[in-house]
């Protein structure tokens, strides 16, 4: 389906039109009802509530502009809204400025809080998050530790580029090293370029074409999506680098 000529012009609701597009394509949300944003994950700013709108109706979610109002804190438009439409009725946020409702938690230290203690989540989401947290290990093991076993933990980060927007860029060896060692299922990897039309996702399971690579500098922007299922209830777990896998512990 060809994106809606008004979200054209903005990267952020196309890389989330496309995610969803993806997912849907996938059926990988089919009986999921909990989910759990790491981040406050906004869709847009308040003041551009019409093209926030022009996003769910691309996804054929029925929205209205009232409706949309009505998830707007601090010049943000919250992504529940989106995530209600989709079907979830369990849905919370982790983010230490506490917009949306979120509950402020410093991802960089081990979690506790009532409301998440002991409790797991269909889908976990890391839309752009962990990049600005320092300590990789918490946060991974954290997102782990949230999801349901057959659960679903979706990644969407900077690959390269994106100078002084975070501490890290994960390049796609991160994202396999991390399933293999933890058994889980990469059910989607993909990337995102604004020299692919629209920003689409290309697969990752197929060669890259030279007609992308070329056009590709060391100061380009590119984006990651990796969709991993959990599928064990096993505790979470250090990986090596694969061509490095032989210096780590045993299985």
Known sequence: MKINSYLENDARL??????ISTIHQLNLFENKSSIINIGSFDLIEKDNTSLALKLLNSLNLKATLKEIESYIEKRRISSKILWEKLGFKDIKFIDPDGVHNSIQID??????????????????????????????????????DLCKKDGLMVHSLPLQG???????NYHPNFFHALAAKNNYEIKYAGIR????????L??????????FLKNINAFDTLGSLFILKK?????FEIPFQGRYDKYGKSN
């Open 107 to 144: 991802l960089n230290e081990k979690m506790d809080n009532q409301e998440i203690n002991n409790k797991t989540f269909d889908v976990v989401t890391n839309f752009g998050t962990t990049e600005h947290i320092f300590n990789q290990y918490q946060a991974f093991k954290s997102i782990h």
């Open 202 to 211: 290309l697969d990752l399971k197929n060669y890259l074409p030279n007609d």
């Open 14 to 19: 196309i890389m989330i039109y496309n995610i």
């Open 162 to 168: 994106a100078y002084e927007h975070g501490f890290f």
């Open 193 to 200: 370029h604004k020299n692919l039309e629209n920003y689409k």
């Open 231 to 235: 599928t064990t209830s096993k505790p």
